[in-house]
């Protein structure tokens, strides 16, 4: 497996703040980002893909830089609701299915009212 | 639709018991993957299974762990002579696979077995 690799945080932010954190990956033959959001006890979740042209969900802003090898993730006017840990997901395909697949180990977002 | 769900939620056993962990990943995904998270830590990857395709033992920690599918359904996780460092939560997904021409590795979890081995 890869490396993939994420500040563990925490990462303390007023509430309305903007927010954004990094996930470098290792493997240039990368071809799928994704970030998942996690909760204390809970399962993760998908948050959103991560397209090469970036996108863009409501409050929350992917972007993809291959050349550095990271992927970004956004948080605009930050709600105590998106305090979390936020993984990020890099996928490498082989013609048997995902070859590669790696999680990394989260980023822990801590909103302050 | 229902999601993944994995059973049992709980389980504590004593050392060097057996156990094994269900996972029912969401009808037609052909993808199938276990992980396993200690407290506080991240995903740590065992296993994964694609369609008829020989699963991808690369993350099973020791020949302790073994992992089975039925097919394209019900997956089980076994630990034999459970150990205390054995104690998390074990984390199953599952996506659709192939679809469409080319792969959709959206993961979708379940609630997760939380074990602890005393």
């Known amino acids: 497996r890869k490396e993939v690799e994420q500040d563990p945080g925490p990462f303390n932010v007023p509430e309305g703040a903007t927010v954004a954190f990094n996930c470098t990956y290792s493997?240039?033959?990368?071809?799928?980002f994704f970030w998942y959001r996690q909760d204390c006890r809970k399962e993760p979740k998908l948050l959103m893909s991560v397209y090469s042209s970036g996108n863009e969900d409501g409050r929350f802003t992917a972007q993809l830089n291959r050349a550095s090898q990271y992927i970004s993730l956004l948080i605009r006017d930050s709600k105590l609701s998106d305090s979390a840990t936020y993984l990020c997901?890099?996928?490498?395909?082989?013609?048997?299915?995902?070859?590669?697949?790696?999680f990394g180990k989260g980023t822990h977002l801590i909103i302050q009212p | 639709g229902a999601g993944v769900s994995q059973s049992p939620s709980n389980k504590v056993t004593e050392k060097g018991k057996d156990v094994e962990l269900r996972c029912d990943p969401i009808?037609?995904?052909?993808?199938l993957y276990w992980y396993r998270q200690r407290l506080g830590q991240g995903l740590e990857f065992l296993i994964y299974f694609q369609g008829n395709s020989a699963p991808d033992k690369s993350g099973l920690p020791s020949d302790r762990f073994s992992a089975e599918r039925t097919g394209e359904s019900v997956s089980t996780l076994t630990i034999q002579r459970t150990q205390q460092e054995d104690s998390a939560v074990y984390l199953c997904?599952?996506?659709?696979?192939?679809?469409?021409?080319?792969?959709?590795?959206?993961?979708?979890f379940g609630p997760g077995t939380r074990l602890l081995v005393l």
């Open positions: 997904a599952s996506s659709p696979g192939v679809a469409g021409g080319r792969y959709q590795e959206t993961q979708y």
């Open positions: 493997n240039s033959a990368s071809q799928s």
């Open positions: 009808s037609g995904h052909t993808a």
């Open positions: 997901v890099v996928i490498m395909y082989s013609g048997g299915g995902a070859d590669g697949l790696t």
